[in-house]
């Protein structure tokens, strides 16, 4: 199942819970705009290449809608959609005053020089720039770009409407990018996860855990799970899969990982099937890759007693089902991975200030926001009796349609 298709069924769920009438219900499904346009660059060799690049602002009820952009090969607009609306279910859960939106350009970013990265991301920005704003639409880094990429939109923005650091977040510090951003949304997994076992009377210390996707998400919550007294026994990422049932030794990981550019051949744990990852025996299964890899193939062989989705829809609907018979917890995707969301939230703070904090005052601000995110969702969990995923979706949707009645937009 697509993630649109995922992520249409979940909101409809949600709505019927909340018994919201069908025209409200149909308002809140549309996306407010979609952008398509085309980015044509002159390569190194001289010759063109043309790309497609996307961009749908889904919702802005609650504030200036926000989201990543991704340079995949296998972004389209189906894709973009689900991801764009999800994130105005995230932000609400969040409690931070903004929509959702999401973008990208169909682009292997690997196959481009730095130089025509560049020139593709100016051109993308040239195309949209009027659509986008500090008040409007504030992008933010997704897969296949980083800091680099938008220090470069900022550049490119600003040429059109004088310096606004605010337009983007996920800078380069040097931009007015926050500190802690890095490592939000592995930290903001941490404290979620926190969270969930404090439920259970249980803590970080003393659980296996077995991640999926060893890039900036999975490789933060690596380390800071590792540092709070965590087992990590198996890890997996594009190279390949490592696993150590005695624990795995993540600092020398991190360094071998930067060193190699993947986990595999580190010596400190065996290699493995990558495929058998997610159902390798542990406590809490952490997957931080791509959507849609836990599915009904291989979800009645998961051995983990909990699911944090640090990656956007790594569930699908089939697998929710069979894992919940198990009695299989899953803190779900809009609550678990929102650290990044909320951390880009108070860089957008601190430079319409003007005024930076400190990388303690991040942190300890994330910690507030993702412990009350999750006191909110349980508080939904019982009015609606339902599990976690339908608690965070309630939630969300709940706001934005409280937001979207309250301006008198209902249909």
């Not at 897969?143 to 059109?160: C, H, N, R, V």
């Not at 089939?318 to 991975?337: C, H, Q, R, T």
Request: with cysteine; proline share 5%; net charge neutral.
């Amino acid at each position: 199942m697509n993630a649109l298709v995922a992520t249409n069924r979940n909101f409809k769920l949600a709505a019927r819970l909340l018994g919201l009438d069908s025209k409200l219900e149909r308002s809140l499904l549309i996306p407010f705009r979609e952008i398509k346009v085309e980015c044509t660059i002159p390569k190194d060799d001289g010759t063109l290449a043309s790309f497609v690049g996307f961009r749908v602002q889904h919702d802005n009820a609650r504030g200036p809608m926000k989201g990543g952009i991704r340079y995949h090969p296998e972004v389209d607009p189906d894709e973009v959609n689900a991801l764009a609306q999800l994130m105005t279910w995230k932000t609400a859960v969040a409690n931070i005053p903004y929509g959702g939106a999401k973008g990208g350009i169909g682009c292997n970013p690997g196959d481009l020089s730095v130089s025509e990265l560049e020139r593709l991301t100016r051109v993308f920005t040239q195309k949209i720039h009027d659509l986008i704003g500090v008040h409007t639409d504030v992008p933010a880094p997704d897969m296949g770009t980083g800091p680099q990429t938008m220090a470069w939109i900022l550049d490119e923005y600003s040429k059109f409407h004088g310096y606004s650091p605010a337009v983007v977040t996920g800078k380069p510090t040097d931009l007015g990018g926050s500190l802690g951003r890095d490592a939000a949304t592995g930290r903001g997994v941490l404290f979620g996860t926190e969270a969930l076992l404090k439920e259970y009377g249980k803590s970080i210390a003393g659980q296996r855990y077995v991640i999926q996707g060893f890039g900036n998400v999975g490789s933060w919550a690596a380390q800071l799970i590792h540092e709070n007294g965590g087992k990590i026994v198996a890890v997996s990422d594009i190279t390949g899969a490592i696993k150590n049932s005695k624990g795995i030794d993540i600092p020398s990981l991190l360094n071998h990982a930067k060193e190699n550019r993947g986990v595999k051949g580190f010596h400190g744990a065996d290699p493995i099937d990558p495929n058998s990852i997610l159902v390798e025996d542990c406590d809490i299964l952490i997957p931080a890759a791509l959507g849609g890899v836990i599915n009904r193939d291989n979800a009645s062989d998961i051995k983990a007693k909990f699911i944090i989705e640090a990656a956007n829809h790594p569930t699908d609907p089939e697998a929710d089902e069979i894992l919940s018979k198990k009695g299989v917890v899953i803190l779900p995707d809009i609550y678990a991975n929102s650290g990044g969301v909320t951390v880009s939230y108070f860089e957008w703070v601190q430079n319409i200030q003007g005024f930076m904090w400190d990388e303690e005052k991040v942190n300890n601000e994330l910690r507030t926001y993702m412990t009350k995110g999750f006191k909110d969702v349980k508080e939904m969990c019982k009015t609606h009796n339902c599990d976690l995923r339908m608690g965070a979706f309630t939630l969300g949707v709940n706001r934005v349609a409280r937001s979207t009645v309250l301006r008198g937009w209902e249909a």
